[in-house]
């Protein structure tokens, strides 16, 4: 069911016609075929389908770090194919959050100083910047953990590690490319409970690449892909929104 | 910067690795520094008996004569003939040969004997550890220097009175010197000229040196080449004698040779250990910089991570390989065959530069890894 608003959603992430090869010449593979695909803000959205089918190249693109041949795709408006180099990169430091699989930790950070990298990056002095990465870790569960170093924390506590360092600098997107995968079920749900709860806000757009159908719960919107296409987008009001 | 922090905690928390950069550094400064700078102290040293008779400033000599350990032998007019070329306030002559010495009971030593002018004893030694320069005033005096005594008398205290033969003829010990090191172990026997000769077997004709100083506002080289325009003998200037005999011993033997090859090698080995640890350091991060390049961290903010990891492992270890190394010579300044060594501070400052050199591959090897990095690799197994 559709709930009516006032006024239409803000678009965090519009592609229009994306097309991504890899390779060259007789090696070259068509990975995204045209991708069109609106993102709101103020939900979560997820991007699920078969192994291979393009999910981590379409969310590498829409994240600034991957170029495409043709097409359109823009943030909040910006278009990110029309910027280059430098700007490119604070555009990403700015506007951006990121959540990886493998989690990506600093090993030589501590859970608060990992969490504080986007801000110190930034040139927000280190004080500051930990005592920002701290509060949000306490708010993720992790206030017991802040300067247990990343193998010294379970992996559900560094993918919340990673949570609160995709979201310290409040970013306008947060893109997470199977941020359970590596995690067991129990883990899993409480990772995307907590994602859930501190990511969503309304002028923030959250996508998540998954293909572990037992979070699906928590979206709002499901995108299917297929070799290199989408193939369905249907809202989900997700359950376990209290 | 907090980057700058960033950095500094990843290279302190890779404890082993860390260590094995720093000790690379540390190694290649260590063999550097200290075989240099006891490779320049050993061929100071062939000179030293030179430099020792630091009243003279001109040492006139057979032209045949390359280096001071070989003299050729001069009649004794040419002493005359010297004396008489203007612009010398004095000239006297010396006798400078190997001979044998035998202790009572003991075993046949070869020495350096030198006799000096005996009325003014010019190239006396200058330290003595026991006894008086006058004493070689008394009859078959001589005075030999401490290495030599404990070479002959191994264990055994410093003491005078003590006879040894020399050419069949007993000379008495009545002082003891600590002369600046010679280049070869002999030991080193001071005596008066004419004691000398009788100390040598040979004839009358064996003076192997003139020295000379150059009358006060004559510069010792004119009056150098003064001498030898007029009485066709070789004369040089003490610095240029000293050169001279440095120039031989480098040229002659295979001492630099084997050095060079031990500093190479200290250069080689550390830049082999320090670039590839540096660069397997580098490489392991690879994920860590992709990670923090998605994020938003600028390739000159990477550049500067890197350079500051690398240029803080340089300081600690050249610090170390250098402070390591002035031990050494500390640790070794009373062990009679390193004696008078030390580090000379350009040789401090080639090493630096080396060790720079080492750094700076080091670093460009790996940074371009980081430059080319893709950031896209951040999503991807
Ligand atoms: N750098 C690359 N070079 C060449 N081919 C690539 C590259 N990256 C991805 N591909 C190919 O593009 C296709 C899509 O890959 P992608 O990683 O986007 O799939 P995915 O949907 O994320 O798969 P999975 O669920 O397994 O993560 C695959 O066939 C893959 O082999
Ligand atoms: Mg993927």
Redesign the interface.
Known sequence: MIPHTLSPPALAVRCAGVVKSFGTDETLVRVLHGIDLDIPAGELTMLVGPSGCGK?TL??II?G??SFEEGEASIFGTPIHSLKG?DL??????T?G?I???Y?L????SAS?NAA??????????VT?IRRAEELLAQLGLGAHLKKLPNQLSGGQQQRVAIA?ALVHNPKLVVC?EPTAALDAQSGQTVMALLRDAALAPDRGVIVVTHDNRIYSYADRIAEMSDGRITRVARTPAQKVA | ???A??AL??L???RAKYFGLVFGVMFATLLMAQQTSIFVGLMARTANQITDVREANVWVMDPRVRYVDEPEPMPATDLDRVRSVDGIAWAVPMYKGLTNVRAPGGVLNQVFLLGIDDASLVGAPKTMLLGSVEDLRLPDAIIIDRAGFEFIWPGEALELGRRVEMNDRTAVIVGISEPAPPFTTFPIVHTRYTNALRFTPGGRNRMSYVVARAEDGQAPEAVARHIEATTGLQARTTTEFQWQTIQYYLQRTGIPVNFGITVTLGFIVGAAIVGQTFYIFVVENM??F??????????T?LAGMVLLQGSVVALVGYGLGVGLSAGFFVATANVTALRGFYMPWQIMIGTAGAVLAIMVVSIFASLRRVMVL???I????
């Not at chain 2, 951040?378 to 197994?381: M, P």
């Open positions: 981590t969310l590498s994240a770090i991957l430098a990169v604070r555009f990403r430091r700015q951006l990121f990886f699989q493998q990506n600093l090993p030589a950070l100083e990298v986007p801000l110190l990056a930034a040139g927000v002095g280190r910047a360092r490319d | 910067m907090a980057m922090w960033v905690q990843m302190y928390g890779d994920k860590q992709g990670a923090l390049k998605a994020i938003g961290v600028t390739n903010t893709d950031p896209a951040v999503f991807r197994g």
